[in-house]
T-cell receptor, first 116, second 113 residues
């Protein structure tokens, strides 16, 4: 069975600090997808990134970067120079390719608080 | 382009009442998913449809919950009768195909008194 663990339930930083959100996953499939979603205080779920298991290249998008390491089953998310608007709950999710559909298994989420 | 649309955004009802949540997926998306978010259980998949056909409803809590997708642009999730433990945020998501990225609606916050 697939499982996603986000060990950090809550992180608090001061604006302009860098912060890394950890995500560790378990799966028996060799082909799978990993995702990060952001849930701001307004409540909606915003898609940030999708990675497939064959692509271990790190990704950078502005202040956001993702580090995917199959050897440690981790897909960590780093925010550089954090801003107050980054305050949100961040979810890591996994989908096994073998599923009939793209059924997401979510981690418990990490609440990030960025203080001015 | 319009994203996933859900209505109502908030619903307060009394135990025993019927509740109907509505979802309009992104135009052209063939897969639709219903999730529930609670503090205790986090985000859970309830059911998903592919081309309007229910594929997996193993996450539906019990017979009080039912979901339909009469056409490609509309789905409902019904709870009858509702109970206080059904209080949660219900999200609808859609994706181009069953293997593509899911985009979520704003959610319906349900409170059953």
């Amino acid at each position: 069975a697939q499982k996603v663990t986000q060990a950090q339930t809550e992180i608090s930083v001061v604006e302009k600090e860098d912060v890394t959100l950890d995500c560790v996953y378990e799966t028996r499939d060799t082909t799978y997808y990993l995702f990060w979603y952001k849930q701001p205080p307004s409540g909606e779920l915003v898609f940030l990134i999708r990675r497939n298991s064959f692509d271990e290249q790190n990704e950078i998008s502005g202040r956001y970067s993702w580090n995917f390491q199959k050897s440690t089953s981790s897909f960590n998310f780093t925010i550089t120079a954090s801003q107050v608007v980054d305050s949100a709950v961040y979810f890591c999710a996994l989908s096994e390719f073998g599923n009939a559909g793209n059924m997401l298994t979510f981690g418990g989420g990490t609440r990030l608080m960025v203080k001015p | 382009d319009a994203g996933v649309i859900q209505s109502p955004r908030h619903e307060v009802t009394e135990m025993g009442q019927e509740v109907t949540l509505r979802c309009k997926p992104i135009s052209g998306h063939n897969s639709l998913f219903w999730y529930r978010q609670t503090m205790m259980r986090g985000l859970e998949l309830l059911i998903y449809f592919n081309n309007n056909v229910p594929i997996d409803d193993s996450g539906m809590p019990e017979d009080r919950f039912s979901a339909k997708m009469p056409n490609a642009s509309f789905s409902t999730l019904k709870i009858q009768p509702s109970e206080p433990r059904d209080s949660a945020v219900y999200f609808c998501a859609s994706s181009l195909t069953s293997k593509e990225t899911q985009y979520f609606g704003p959610g319906t916050r349900l409170l059953v008194l």
